[in-house]
């Protein structure tokens, strides 16, 4: 039974990147999860997405580059001020300016820097490295 569905997401992933798969398939296909995939292949963790059937029902095809040494999801989803980003930075990445976290903000989805570089707060769901 499924309670989290970006957790398990993120945990194909990690999983599939470990054992050497050059994909993998991600169910179901929720507006979060696409807004993180987005954000992830923006930085280069993964390749070109795909979301297949509609959004709720349907799956998201990932293609993996081997570029992520570890990934998860944050939880609880705790809340981040603006300056409290390099805090968190500490906790969750092995080094300063060495992965990012992903953050919900009024808005929109997007990295800590984006986050920082606007000048807003908002809730960690996850991060990558």
């Given at each position: 039974m499924r309670?989290?569905?970006?957790?398990?997401?993120?945990?194909?992933?990690?999983?599939?990147?470990?054992?050497?798969?050059?994909?993998?398939?991600?169910?179901?296909?929720?507006?979060?999860?696409?807004?993180?995939?987005h954000i992830f292949q923006e930085n280069g963790y993964i390749g070109e997405y795909e979301v297949e059937g509609n959004r709720r029902g349907g799956s998201v095809r990932v293609k993996l580059i081997r570029h992520i040494n570890d990934c998860g999801v944050i939880k609880p989803r705790f809340p981040v001020?603006?300056?409290?980003?390099?805090?968190?930075?500490k906790r969750y990445l092995p080094s300063r300016g060495f992965g990012l976290l992903v953050v919900t903000t009024p808005q929109g989805v997007m990295s800590h820097e984006e986050a920082k570089d606007k000048g807003i707060g908002g809730r960690l769901i996850a991060y990558a490295y």
């Open positions: 309670h989290d569905p970006l957790n398990d997401a993120i945990s194909t992933i990690k999983n599939a990147e470990r054992t050497g798969k050059s994909e993998c398939m991600l169910k179901p296909a929720t507006k979060l999860l696409v807004s993180v995939l001020k603006n300056q409290d980003f390099i805090q968190w930075e």
